[in-house]
């Protein structure tokens, strides 16, 4: 592996963890978004994720003050990727976006430079003749929260080098990850695979009107000794990137549509985004199912 400047390229809910996680090992990021206003608020975001690393893995104020020094930010897509060895896309999990930005990426990314998506959904094989480069294409994918949940699944496609698809498995290694290769091509990779049918089942239970999102979280942590329910998962993955997945799946899942709407009117719309933007099914900071007597 010879990565030294990685460019992460959106700054959601996941974008911005991607870049501060793989700062903080020591490469140099630069941080592409659409505008200029974008990149300012994710550079507050970084701040405050920064505290979350002193909390969570005892970061000294020289770790952080590197990885502050490592991040640059740029709303030049050329610019952004120049010196680039890998381009990590975590754009919204909307094909269209997703195939307008590789249209994009192809054309001004130097030739060395290996591209990787966090598409938690989709598979490599759908943008690679987008790419330019399909052997040096893979999927990346991240759960929430990166530095506490350190895992990373590489997933390539038919077409993907060997060699690529073994210097991301070194590359996750070397950002702190749990590294997890996957040899065939699979929707939903290995986490979303098993998480998002639990999280359609208990949405179901909410949009149905059989309980509310309190209660269907308290039946599954009581009964598993789980710290989270699927409504905190959801709000932690991010209500709008639960949204785009939905809308992705509606003409295969009839149950998608009355989902769409009730998350439309009641988060979207009012920008109840989750635990990021301070409100979802919960309100956060301190959320309620973290208080000591939720299960009581």
């Not at 498995?169 to 702190?176: N, Q, R, S, T, W």
């Not at 290995?190 to 998480?195: E, F, H, K, P, V």
């Not at 009839?254 to 719309?269: Q, S």
Request: hydrophobic share 45%; proline share 5%; with cysteine.
């Amino acid at each position: 592996m010879n990565f030294k400047n990685v460019t992460v390229a959106g700054s959601g809910v996941l974008g911005y963890q991607i870049a501060f996680q793989t700062a903080f090992h020591g490469f140099k990021v630069s941080v592409y978004d659409i505008n200029d206003d974008v990149l300012a608020k994710v550079k507050a975001k970084f701040f405050e994720l920064s505290e979350c690393y002193k909390h969570d893995l005892n970061a000294t104020q020289e770790q952080l003050d590197n990885t502050f020094n490592n991040l640059s930010y740029c709303s030049n897509l050329a610019e952004a990727v120049k010196d680039a060895d890998l381009v990590i896309e975590a754009v919204p999990e909307d094909v269209g976006i997703k195939t307008e930005f590789y249209k994009q990426l192809s054309q001004v990314a130097p030739e060395k430079t290996i591209f990787a998506t966090n598409t938690s959904t989709m598979l490599p094989s759908q943008f690679k003749d987008l790419t330019g480069r399909p052997e040096k294409f893979v999927a990346l994918h991240f759960a929430n929260k990166i530095w506490v949940n350190n895992m990373a699944e590489i997933m390539g496609h038919a077409e993907t080098d060997k060699k690529v698809f073994d210097n991301l498995v070194e590359f996750a290694k070397a950002i702190g990850m749990l590294a997890l290769p996957i040899y065939k091509e699979q929707p939903g990779h290995l986490l979303n695979s098993m998480l998002v049918p639990f999280l359609i089942s208990a949405t179901e239970l909410w949009v149905k009107e059989v309980s509310d999102p309190e209660m269907i979280d308290k039946a599954w942590m009581k009964s598993f000794g789980s710290p989270l329910g699927p409504f905190a998962i959801l709000d932690i993955i991010g209500i709008n990137t639960v949204y785009n997945v939905a809308k992705l799946n509606v003409d295969t899942n009839p149950n998608m549509a009355p989902l769409l709407e009730k998350l439309d009117a009641e988060f979207i719309r009012p920008g109840y985004l989750g635990m990021f933007s301070g409100k979802g099914f919960y309100n956060y900071p301190n959320p309620a199912y973290e208080t000591a007597n939720f299960l009581k």
